[in-house]
């Protein structure tokens, strides 16, 4: 059994066994190796896929360094986004302020590029020195004539989602600084999707072919003028936990405009998320359209995800994603080829969400909010899974443990929403479970 | 398309870094740190820092990168990090029992000036370090140096705690290792051992970032230099160090400390370095360079006779870390090829000047650029402006490669879209064919790939 942190213990559920009040929405423990990152990293995947802005971040070399690129959000635009732009902050500006390199910067950089829009990360630095960042981004903005929008995304000030919030913060700026004429009533924004390996395509794709417009996806292969004008659509349709909610919320509050949330991963949501949105719309052409367009492509993938179903039949995963959402649809789309979740855990769940997770699972699931390596690694043996699906920092791991991996983060290579999605998903967790590699390895923690 | 943002007209930058050539100091430190055995790095600021170098390490690496965080609030940052410090270091003692927790700053703790020395202290007033467990710290501020800055600081800071003087010297000679893959750590315990020369290598990071697989997530793998080898680093009767950026001022502080003696040469990487390695450490073991060793050379000098006229004049681009930059420049001058380009963002006035030493006959002209805006974004427009037959440099250098279609060698950190990096030596003489190996292949593969039907030849 895993070793607990006394702090820690209300984290960790397992089902049957215990009341349920799992504890969430915390600060990590001082000294844990949370999997968890900071605010800055929370504003700046998010904002990232923007793909016509400029990316600035403000602070020493490091947080852009580690943010160049690392995300496959695709463009089919400029690549603007792909670069890294840093003030690199010194020494003496750290003493004296950064406020004239960042101006210089920004000049420098929107008379080179002419972006549509500019974002600057504030890091953890900037908000002790006390630069005055709106300030400097507002007199660039004036003498530039485009939206120059600070982020305020010190890394200390809160958890990834508080930088999720920053970037909604940034981004509804933009909201409503365009006209919006000739937008069609049947139209929505798609929020929370970022283009990984395509994803953004594939779903909007989807919506054309249901009859409903797409003015502009938040932030998936984005584009400043799409944002600014984005008031104009009847729907916000917000996938992902966290990321976009907030956004969604302002603009509801601010123009009325409605949102649902969503989730395009497995044939089950992604069906229920087409058809509730042609619902929205109460067109009986959209709504005939949508049911043929999940009928057609139901009929050509699902047969192909079934064919998995007997070689995966009983097999287990663990689940460890960001958001809590994410953890729903897995559990379901696994459960869809006889696949069982053993253990599940996110980094940034609340209350509903543990709630809804100890709903879905079967009796002696282990839940977990905020985990490290040692519990992932100690519950998964404990639970002899197959396969693990996370993110970057959890690939070794789970190789080490002789245990299959996926990745259903940033560094997903092939697209996994969507029907197509789930059999690429499918494919991929079949190829790593079954590989070869499993009869030489020891497995499980027992020797070969 | 990508990177058809690089414009060929160069302008003096004043305030801009755009695609770097370096990252910041605690990763460097975080580094080091994990080539200690049974080591918990800890980064004390906010969540982000830690989880960006253990992403990056285990991207790179490929194995899973252990590392703890005082994760810092806002709170923190106002009244100081002194009790996120004090209870960080009880809760990793307590649920992840390493032998040592190596802290580290951020530019975030530095800022607010949190005095980690003193803190730690407190810590072991405060009873919160077990009896024979130890606490050992560097400053690491982002805003100075680079990764190189914060991986010298570690190694500093490794001598400050462990490294005594007992008076009675050992017969073992001290190797302090530059930033190298652990399987370059691995080929210098392996030349040493071919020499019968007893050493300690530190920091030492194979058997941990090259651990093999075992059906188990080993926090703290078998390998690292131990604490008892780490005490006697003061007893031994030299110190050579590799790489003068990342080492040098450790050796120093380590003759002052312990009054151990110590010569600091090149990273070992290509011929005249590794020459100079082998030189050096059989003077100071006062031995002769065994057989095995003259005909490793002789198979290197072997390969590179049937290679040179394939290498003969060929323009190079280089960036990177200095010490690797220092060593690779000497080698392609020694292969008859020509670096006209290398750029480092770690500011350092030995390596221009190292530089410049190696190149003053053989390529005057080249274009060398450390420190503030020596960054990829130069390079290419460097490139742009008089083109190159090879780049040398980590995963960042795919984009200019391919934007100009030049073949492209990986080589230095980090690299993101390889794997075996870590596994295959560069230094050493067996390491150096492997680079001419590499280098022969992408030289071969373009000119097959560019010629005319008619020209395309079996034998080349």
Same mark, same amino acid.
């Given at each position: 059994? *895993?070793?607990?942190?006394?702090?820690?213990?209300?984290?960790?559920?397992?089902?049957?066994?215990?009341?349920?009040?799992?504890?969430?929405?915390?600060?990590?423990?001082?000294?844990?190796?949370?999997?968890?990152?900071?605010?800055?990293?929370?504003?700046?995947?998010?904002?990232?896929?923007?793909?016509?802005?400029?990316?600035?971040?403000?602070?020493?070399?490091?947080?852009?360094?580690?943010?160049? &690129?690392?995300?496959?959000?695709?463009?089919?635009?400029?690549?603007?986004?792909?670069?890294?732009?840093?003030?690199?902050?010194?020494?003496?500006?750290?003493?004296?302020?950064?406020?004239?390199?960042?101006?210089?910067?920004?000049?420098?950089?929107?008379?080179?590029?002419?972006?549509?829009?500019?974002?600057?990360?504030?890091?953890?630095?900037?908000?002790?020195?006390?630069?005055?960042?709106?300030?400097?981004?507002?007199?660039?903005?004036?003498?530039?004539?485009?939206?120059?929008?600070?982020?305020?995304?010190?890394?200390?000030?809160?958890?990834?989602?508080?930088?999720?919030?920053?970037?909604?913060?940034?981004?509804?700026?933009?909201?409503?600084?365009?006209?919006?004429?000739?937008?069609?009533?049947?139209?929505?924004?798609?929020?929370?999707?970022?283009?990984?390996?395509?994803?953004?395509?594939?779903?909007?794709?989807?919506?054309?072919?249901?009859?409903?417009?797409?003015?502009?996806?938040?932030?998936?292969?984005?584009?400043?003028? &799409?944002?600014?004008?984005?008031?104009?659509?009847?729907?916000?349709?917000?996938?992902?936990?966290?990321?976009?909610?907030?956004?969604?919320?302002?603009?509801?509050?601010?123009?009325?405009?409605?949102?649902?949330?969503?989730?395009?991963?497995?044939?089950?949501?992604?069906?229920?998320?087409?058809?509730?949105?042609?619902?929205?719309?109460?067109?009986?052409?959209?709504?005939?359209?949508?049911?043929?367009?999940?009928?057609?492509?139901?009929?050509?993938?699902?047969?192909?995800?079934?064919?998995?179903?007997?070689?995966?039949?009983?097999?287990?995963?663990?689940?460890?994603?960001?958001? *809590?959402?994410?953890?729903?649809?897995?559990?379901?789309?696994?459960?869809?080829?006889?696949?069982?979740?053993?253990?599940?855990?996110?980094?940034?769940?609340?209350?509903?969400?543990?709630?809804?997770?100890?709903?879905?699972?079967?009796?002696?699931?282990?839940?977990?909010?905020?985990?490290?390596?040692?519990?992932? *690694?100690?519950?998964?043996?404990?639970?002899?899974? &197959?396969?693990?699906?996370?993110?970057?920092?959890?690939?070794?791991? *789970?190789?080490?443990?002789?245990?299959?991996?996926?990745?259903?983060?940033?560094?997903?290579?092939?697209?996994?929403?969507?029907?197509?999605?789930?059999?690429?998903?499918?494919?991929?967790?079949?190829?790593?479970?079954?590989?070869?590699?499993?009869?030489?390895?020891?497995?499980?923690?027992?020797?070969? | 398309?990508?990177?058809?943002?690089?414009?060929?007209?160069?302008?003096?930058?004043?305030?801009?870094?755009?695609?770097?050539?370096?990252?910041?100091?605690?990763?460097?430190?975080?580094?080091?740190? =994990?080539?200690?055995?049974?080591?918990?790095?800890?980064?004390?600021? @906010?969540?982000?820092?830690?989880?960006?170098?253990?992403?990056?390490?285990?991207?790179?690496?490929?194995?899973?990168?252990?590392?703890?965080?005082?994760?810092?609030?806002?709170?923190?940052?106002?009244?100081?990090?002194?009790?996120?410090?004090?209870?960080?270091?009880?809760?990793?003692?307590?649920?992840?029992?390493?032998?040592?927790?190596?802290?580290?700053?951020?530019? =975030?703790?530095?800022?607010?000036?949190?005095?980690?020395?003193?803190?730690?202290?407190?810590?072991?007033?405060?009873?919160?370090? $077990?009896?024979?467990?130890?606490?050992?710290?560097?400053?690491?501020?982002?805003?100075?140096?680079?990764?190189?800055?914060?991986?010298?600081?570690?190694?500093?800071?490794?001598?400050?705690?462990? @490294?005594? @003087?007992?008076?009675?010297?050992?017969?073992?000679?001290?190797?302090?290792?530059?930033?190298?893959? $652990? @399987?370059?750590?691995?080929?210098?315990?392996?030349?040493?051992?071919?020499?019968?020369?007893?050493?300690?290598?530190?920091?030492?990071?194979? /058997?941990?970032?090259?651990?093999?697989?075992?059906?188990?997530?080993?926090?703290? $793998?078998?390998?690292?230099?131990?604490? $008892?080898?780490?005490?006697?680093?003061?007893?031994?009767?030299?110190?050579?160090?590799?790489?003068?950026?990342?080492?040098?001022?450790?050796?120093?502080?380590?003759?002052?400390?312990?009054?151990?003696?110590?010569?600091?040469?090149?990273?070992?990487?290509?011929?005249?370095?590794?020459?100079?390695?082998?030189?050096?450490?059989?003077?100071?073991?006062?031995?002769?360079?065994?057989?095995?060793?003259?005909?490793?050379?002789?198979?290197?000098?072997?390969?590179?006779?049937?290679?040179?006229?394939?290498?003969?004049?060929?323009?190079?681009?280089?960036?990177?870390?200095?010490?690797?930059?220092?060593? =690779?420049?000497?080698?392609?001058?020694?292969?008859?090829?020509?670096?006209?380009?290398?750029?480092?963002?770690?500011?350092?006035?030995?390596?221009?000047?190292?530089?410049?030493?190696? =190149?003053?006959?053989?390529?005057?002209?080249?274009?060398?650029?450390?420190?503030?805006?020596?960054?990829?974004?130069?390079?290419?427009?460097?490139?742009?402006?008089?083109?190159? /037959?090879?780049?040398?440099?980590?995963?960042?250098?795919?984009?200019?490669?391919?934007?100009?279609?030049?073949?492209?060698?990986?080589?230095?950190?980090?690299?993101?879209?390889?794997?075996?990096?870590?596994?295959?030596?560069?230094?050493?003489?067996?390491?150096?064919?492997?680079?001419?190996?590499?280098?022969?292949?992408?030289?071969?593969?373009?000119?097959?790939?560019?010629?005319?039907?008619?020209?395309?030849?079996?034998?080349?």
């Amino acid at each position: 059994m *895993a070793e607990i942190l006394t702090q820690r213990e209300k984290q960790i559920f397992r089902k049957g066994t215990e009341c349920f009040d799992m504890s969430c929405e915390k600060k990590s423990a001082a000294g844990s190796v949370s999997q968890r990152a900071c605010v800055f990293c929370g504003s700046r995947v998010v904002l990232y896929p923007i793909v016509d802005a400029l990316h600035l971040v403000h602070g020493p070399i490091g947080c852009a360094s580690y943010t160049w &690129d690392i995300r496959g959000a695709l463009s089919s635009g400029r690549q603007l986004y792909r670069m890294s732009f840093s003030t690199d902050l010194q020494e003496e500006d750290v003493v004296f302020g950064g406020e004239k390199k960042l101006y210089r910067s920004l000049i420098e950089l929107i008379d080179r590029y002419k972006p549509k829009s500019a974002f600057v990360y504030a890091t953890c630095i900037v908000g002790i020195i006390g630069d005055d960042v709106d300030a400097v981004c507002e007199r660039v903005s004036k003498e530039k004539g485009i939206p120059v929008l600070p982020v305020h995304s010190e890394g200390f000030k809160g958890t990834k989602k508080d930088g999720y919030k920053a970037a909604c913060v940034a981004l509804f700026k933009l909201v409503g600084t365009a006209g919006i004429g000739g937008i069609e009533k049947n139209s929505i924004n798609i929020l929370g999707d970022f283009n990984i390996a395509g994803e953004t395509w594939m779903i909007r794709d989807y919506y054309n072919r249901m009859g409903v417009e797409v003015v502009s996806t938040i932030t998936g292969d984005g584009r400043t003028d &799409d944002i600014c004008r984005s008031h104009g659509a009847s729907l916000n349709v917000v996938q992902c936990s966290g990321s976009m909610l907030y956004l969604a919320k302002m603009m509801k509050e601010k123009y009325d405009i409605p949102f649902m949330r969503v989730s395009y991963f497995g044939v089950e949501d992604t069906s229920e998320a087409l058809l509730k949105v042609a619902e929205f719309f109460k067109d009986t052409g959209i709504i005939a359209k949508t049911k043929e367009l999940i009928r057609e492509e139901t009929e050509i993938y699902l047969p192909e995800i079934l064919k998995y179903r007997d070689k995966l039949r009983g097999k287990k995963a663990t689940v460890y994603v960001g958001g *809590a959402f994410k953890a729903f649809s897995l559990i379901k789309a696994l459960d869809m080829v006889g696949m069982s979740v053993s253990v599940v855990g996110s980094q940034t769940g609340n209350q509903d969400d543990y709630a809804r997770l100890r709903e879905m699972c079967d009796e002696g699931t282990i839940i977990l909010d905020d985990s490290n390596p040692v519990e992932l *690694a100690n519950f998964s043996l404990e639970k002899k899974v &197959d396969i693990f699906i996370g993110g970057v920092k959890e690939r070794p791991m *789970a190789y080490k443990l002789g245990i299959g991996f996926c990745d259903h983060n940033h560094q997903r290579k092939e697209a996994l929403t969507g029907y197509k999605g789930m059999l690429n998903f499918i494919k991929e967790v079949h190829s790593s479970l079954m590989s070869p590699v499993w009869r030489f390895t020891s497995r499980n923690g027992n020797a070969l | 398309m990508l990177l058809r943002h690089t414009s060929k007209e160069i302008k003096e930058r004043k305030a801009l870094s755009v695609n770097p050539a370096k990252t910041c100091q605690p990763i460097g430190a975080m580094y080091a740190a =994990l080539g200690l055995h049974g080591c918990m790095p800890h980064s004390h600021g @906010s969540q982000g820092c830690c989880a960006y170098h253990r992403s990056a390490l285990t991207r790179h690496y490929k194995e899973p990168i252990m590392a703890a965080t005082s994760s810092f609030t806002e709170g923190a940052s106002v009244f100081g990090g002194q009790a996120n410090l004090v209870q960080a270091i009880n809760n990793i003692f307590t649920i992840y029992k390493p032998d040592i927790i190596a802290v580290h700053t951020t530019c =975030l703790s530095e800022t607010i000036g949190d005095d980690v020395n003193q803190i730690c202290q407190k810590a072991r007033e405060d009873g919160k370090v $077990p009896e024979g467990k130890h606490v050992i710290h560097c400053n690491t501020p982002s805003y100075v140096g680079s990764h190189i800055t914060g991986y010298s600081n570690m190694l500093k800071g490794i001598i400050k705690y462990f @490294s005594k @003087s007992t008076g009675v010297k050992k017969d073992q000679i001290n190797i302090i290792s530059g930033w190298v893959e $652990p @399987s370059d750590m691995r080929e210098i315990k392996r030349i040493a051992g071919q020499m019968g020369i007893k050493i300690v290598l530190f920091p030492d990071t194979s /058997d941990i970032l090259d651990a093999p697989q075992t059906g188990v997530h080993a926090f703290y $793998p078998k390998g690292g230099t131990t604490i $008892p080898e780490l005490i006697s680093t003061g007893d031994s009767k030299f110190s050579l160090a590799l790489g003068k950026l990342a080492t040098d001022a450790a050796a120093k502080d380590l003759d002052s400390k312990c009054k151990v003696k110590f010569k600091t040469v090149d990273l070992p990487i290509g011929l005249s370095a590794t020459d100079r390695f082998i030189v050096a450490l059989s003077n100071v073991a006062d031995i002769d360079v065994p057989e095995c060793i003259t005909e490793e050379r002789g198979r290197l000098v072997d390969i590179i006779t049937d290679m040179q006229q394939y290498f003969y004049n060929k323009r190079v681009a280089l960036f990177g870390d200095p010490d690797h930059l220092v060593a =690779l420049t000497e080698l392609l001058v020694d292969l008859d090829m020509r670096p006209v380009y290398i750029i480092t963002g770690t500011s350092g006035k030995a390596f221009n000047k190292r530089i410049e030493e190696i =190149l003053s006959d053989t390529v005057p002209d080249a274009k060398i650029k450390s420190g503030a805006n020596a960054d990829l974004f130069l390079l290419h427009q460097w490139i742009k402006n008089e083109p190159v /037959d090879l780049i040398i440099g980590n995963s960042y250098g795919k984009h200019i490669a391919r934007d100009e279609d030049i073949p492209f060698l990986r080589m230095g950190f980090p690299i993101l879209d390889r794997i075996g990096h870590s596994y295959f030596p560069i230094v050493g003489y067996s390491g150096a064919m492997r680079i001419l190996e590499k280098i022969l292949s992408l030289l071969m593969d373009r000119q097959d790939r560019d010629a005319s039907e008619e020209s395309f030849e079996l034998v080349m």
